[in-house]
């Protein structure tokens, strides 16, 4: 037989997890990184870190302000139920249906608030053009 040490690796939680101690920067050995136990793990295996991205946006605090103050047409309300729509979505998992109804809504309240806005100008200077006083 032949008298060479066998190779080997030990699956274990990356350094810090569930529990374990984290110090910065465990010591290093010859069989790699040293875990907090004192065992090592193996040569070039490294867990993949998973990116989090955030959840897209839903808007419904902007859509329920123009569902109630400035809903001109019935745009407010539909972008609300557009965003309630994207938060279910969110919440499903499903993020590409959730960024496309949380787009809409923001599309539908720039259009609700904007045309509110000029709306209630408009409102403004007609009143105040209807009842400006009359000098002889």
Do not use: H
Request: aromatic content about 12%.
């Amino acid at each position: 037989m032949e008298n060479y040490p066998q190779s080997f690796s030990i699956n274990m939680q990356p350094y810090g997890r569930n529990g374990g101690a984290s110090t910065p920067n465990p010591p290093s050995t010859s069989f790699g990184q040293a875990t907090s136990f004192g065992q090592a793990t193996s040569f070039g295996q490294t867990e993949p870190t998973p990116v989090s991205t955030p959840p897209p946006k839903d808007f419904v605090l902007w859509s329920f302000f123009n569902a109630m103050y400035c809903n001109p047409f019935c745009l407010g309300f539909l972008a609300l139920v557009f965003s309630i729509k994207a938060r279910d979505r969110t919440v499903a998992k499903d993020l590409m249906a959730a960024n496309s109804y949380g787009r809409t809504a923001r599309s539908l309240n720039i259009a609700a608030l904007c045309l509110g806005i000029v709306g209630t100008i408009i409102v403004i200077v007609v009143v105040a053009l209807l009842y400006r006083p009359v000098y002889p």
